[in-house]
């Protein structure tokens, strides 16, 4: 009798270690549509609490990772803080060249750069700049694969979060393609 009492107590006391469905949502993968990007363009979607930049690369933005190189700090992204994933180890850090999904927060105080998507000189940024993302707390550049410049104060590049292709319109932010 006491066992069964001690155990009718324990369940609800037990069970409110579970998180609630609230934060299983928070947690939860995050399906896009993204038909309704044109080439230049980004949205942001909420993953997790974290703005999750999609952008549509232009062809000439794509013929521009390639310059910069020589440029950045971990172009290869092979630093490990935030680890690439391995289909985003590459040039445009993606799996698919034309769109490229990363995390808005820079890696150095968290602070969230803003989109300099325009080559050309402009204030804060040098005169070859060829397009990316300014973090004008600090400095810190990235290009439009979110890969760093050299001598910033971020020391690494944008995380890439898990994510894949449900068809070619529809994107699955928080979760690894399954075996």
Same mark, same amino acid.
Request: aromatic share 8%.
């Given at each position: ?19 609630? /469905? #609230? ?18 363009? +980004? ?13 549509? #690369? ?12 020589? /440029? &950045? ?8 803080? @935030? ?9 445009? #850090?993606?799996? +698919?060249?034309? @769109? ?13 750069? $803003?989109?300099?998507?325009?080559? $050309?000189?402009?204030?804060? &940024?040098?005169?070859?700049? #060829? ?27 944008? /995380? ?16 690894? +393609?399954?075996?």
């Amino acid at each position: 009798m006491g066992g069964a009492g001690a155990a009718a107590v324990a369940v609800p006391f037990v069970s409110t270690f579970q998180p609630s /469905e #609230r934060a299983r949502a928070a947690g939860a993968a995050v399906e896009v549509d993204i038909s309704r990007i044109q080439p230049g363009e +980004k949205i942001v979607v909420e993953w997790r609490g974290k703005p999750v930049w999609i952008l549509r #690369r232009t062809p000439e933005q794509l013929a521009s990772l390639e310059a910069d190189e020589a /440029e &950045l700090a971990d172009p290869n992204s092979d630093r490990t803080t @935030y680890p690439t994933p391995p289909y985003a180890k590459n040039r445009h #850090r993606s799996i +698919k060249p034309e @769109y490229l999904v990363t995390v808005g927060i820079c890696t150095h105080l968290g602070c969230s750069p $803003g989109d300099k998507l325009t080559p $050309g000189p402009q204030p804060s &940024l040098p005169d070859n700049w #060829r397009g990316g993302f300014l973090c004008a707390c600090h400095g810190s550049t990235f290009d439009v694969a979110g890969r760093v410049f050299k001598n910033k104060p971020a020391p690494d590049n944008l /995380e890439v979060p898990p994510h894949y292709y449900l068809s070619d319109t529809t994107l699955l932010v928080g979760e690894e +393609k399954p075996a």
